[in-house]
């Protein structure tokens, strides 16, 4: 499976945006596509993630309502919508695919290049 991620750029705080990613190669319904993200100095953190088959989806408190994660089967394409972003947002987003739900790193095989995403004050 190999993974794109696009959309990333840079916006104001306050301001929506949202990242895509294309999963080349087959998707199973148990699988789970994942974003995290890498802020400066700082370690990669969990950010959303979403079962591809039920689309049950799984947020991390600091984006919680803000964040929306979908998928669109068809397209073997992952969503990310960031709304009311806020400067804290600022970091490389990654989006993984994984065999079950986990919130480490470690739990997703494979990954897709980063998108830098900037929000600034």
């Known amino acids: 499976v190999q993974l794109q991620a696009c959309g990333g750029g840079l916006v104001q705080a306050g301001d929506s945006l949202r990242l895509s990613c294309v999963a080349s190669?087959?998707?199973?319904?148990?699988?789970?596509m994942g974003w995290f993200r890498q802020a400066p100095g700082k370690e990669r953190e969990f950010v959303a993630a979403?079962?591809?088959?039920?689309?049950?989806?799984y947020y991390a408190d600091s984006v919680k309502g803000r964040f929306t994660v979908s998928r669109d089967n068809a397209k073997n394409t992952v969503y990310l919508q960031m709304n009311s972003l806020k400067p804290e947002d600022t970091a490389v987003y990654y989006c993984?695919?994984?065999?079950?739900?986990?919130?480490?790193?470690?739990?997703?095989?494979?990954w897709g290049r980063g998108t830098l995403v900037t929000v600034s004050s």
């Open positions: 979403i079962r591809w088959g039920r689309a049950s989806t």
């Open positions: 190669g087959r998707i199973f319904s148990s699988h789970v």
């Open positions: 993984a695919v994984g065999p079950g739900l986990g919130y480490s790193d470690s739990s997703y095989n494979y």
